[in-house]
């Protein structure tokens, strides 16, 4: 890590735990308030595409019935501590917008 980058880390930590407005911190301590929004942006950013470049895996067990009618069979889907189950006729868009709420949670 260079030393640019450690000081705007510990500038933008000190900036956090301050509780003032950025204006104010910046200007207590002799900072561009565009250099330090800047900084906040640019390690946000970075932090997210790390966090997306991530595979996450999920485990998926079809789930027994006892009448083997195809008709009743049913999927569960476990993200986190939840569990979908997936009937026949099931509506896609609720399931899509349940898993993407699931996902940001877990």
Same mark, same amino acid.
Request: hydrophobic share 35%; charged share 25%; glycine share 2%.
């Given at each position: 890590?260079?030393?640019?980058? &450690?000081?705007?880390?510990?500038?933008?930590?000190?900036?956090?735990? @301050?509780?003032?407005?950025?204006?104010?911190?910046?200007? $207590?301590?002799?900072? @561009?308030?565009?250099?330090?929004?800047?900084?906040?942006?640019?390690?946000?950013?970075?932090?997210?595409?790390? $966090?997306? @470049?991530?595979?996450?895996?999920?485990?998926?067990?079809?789930?027994?019935?006892?009448?083997?009618?195809?008709?009743?069979?049913?999927?569960?889907?476990?993200?986190?501590?939840?569990?979908? &189950?997936?009937?026949?006729?099931?509506?896609?868009?609720?399931?899509?917008?349940?898993?993407?709420?699931?996902? $940001?949670?877990?």
């Amino acid at each position: 890590m260079n030393n640019k980058r &450690e000081i705007w880390i510990k500038r933008i930590q000190d900036y956090k735990a @301050s509780s003032l407005t950025a204006a104010k911190w910046c200007e $207590e301590n002799g900072l @561009s308030i565009n250099s330090l929004r800047y900084y906040v942006h640019k390690f946000n950013k970075e932090k997210k595409e790390q $966090e997306s @470049s991530q595979t996450k895996w999920t485990a998926v067990f079809p789930a027994l019935t006892e009448n083997n009618n195809s008709e009743t069979k049913t999927i569960k889907i476990t993200i986190g501590q939840a569990i979908i &189950e997936v009937v026949p006729g099931f509506d896609s868009n609720t399931f899509e917008t349940l898993v993407r709420i699931l996902k $940001e949670q877990c």
